[in-house]
């Protein structure tokens, strides 16, 4: 079947600050034959270690533009992709196109593809939503070594409050979706230049259905999508997990912050005291010359 989908022309990427970093594409990722994956590779392809690092809504690889060079500074590989629907990859133009597993196995899709070993599993947001679940798979379990967890959750089908419910029926309705207003918003110190940066991937409206999408996927009713693959993953983080985590907070969320934050990390066996940076919002990655070395000297890496 034929995927209708848009691709943002080159040049709407042409100006992006502090993010000349290596972009790969592929068009035949085993089910997704005819759109074009794309993914920001830095570092050595042989390294001893690859940082994967999986953005939200409605961002994309480039939210990981300030830990990239933190975590390369290791000798690491980095590889960050950009889900269908965002940044340089292919934005297919129908609501329905999107669901959790068509972005679930995009990412095992492609972590086969590059075949990555020695994981360090980076999330946040919906990067979280779908990477916390990929080890339940066993292709991606036994390539996973260490956690960075930043403000997300499981998607375990208990509702999510009338907060959430406004934002899904804003994110589906309004005419014309701003990402970088809405990132903007939530992030203290963000310039122009870094707010037309995400809107880059958005030409006009009709490359949003992804951005859209998103907020309606999240599994909070028992009968939806990714449930049941969310609460394998509960379990599996709970019971066997047995790698190395770090969690930051950004204390100034209002949907996925402390409360959500504290379940999570009471979830996640043997994760030590979370960095909690009290001004950071939503987007933690923005405090990422914080964030990355913490991490690291977390896990003796500098």
Known sequence: MTIKALRTPDERFADIPDFDFPVHYSDNLPGYEGLRAAWIDVGPEGADRTFLCLHGEPSWSFLYRKMIPHFTAT?????????????????????????????????LALVERLD??????????????IGLTLPVDHRFRDRLSRLIIMNTALGLG??????FDDWKNYALTVPDFNAGEIIARGTA???????????APYPDPSYQAGARKFPALVPVDPDMDGVEVSKKAAAFWSGEWSGDSFMAIGGSDPVLGPPTMK????????????????????????????????????????
């Open 189 to 199: 110190g963000m310039n122009e230049a870094e707010t037309a940066a995400y809107n």
């Open 116 to 129: 990555l070993t020695n994981i360090t599993l980076v999330v946040q947001d919906w990067g979280g939503l």
């Open 75 to 107: 000798g690491s590989r980095v590889v960050c992709p950009d889900f269908f629907g965002f940044g340089r990859s292919d934005k297919p133009t129908e609501l329905e196109t999107y669901t959790f597993d068509f972005h679930r196995n995009h990412i």
């Open 263 to 302: 379940m999570m990390h009471g979830l996640i066996k043997g994760c030590p005291e979370p960095l909690t940076i009290d001004e950071a919002g939503h987007f933690v990655q923005e405090w990422g010359d914080i964030v990355a070395p913490a991490a690291l000297r977390s896990f003796g890496d500098i």
């Open 158 to 163: 208990t509702g999510a409050g009338k907060g």
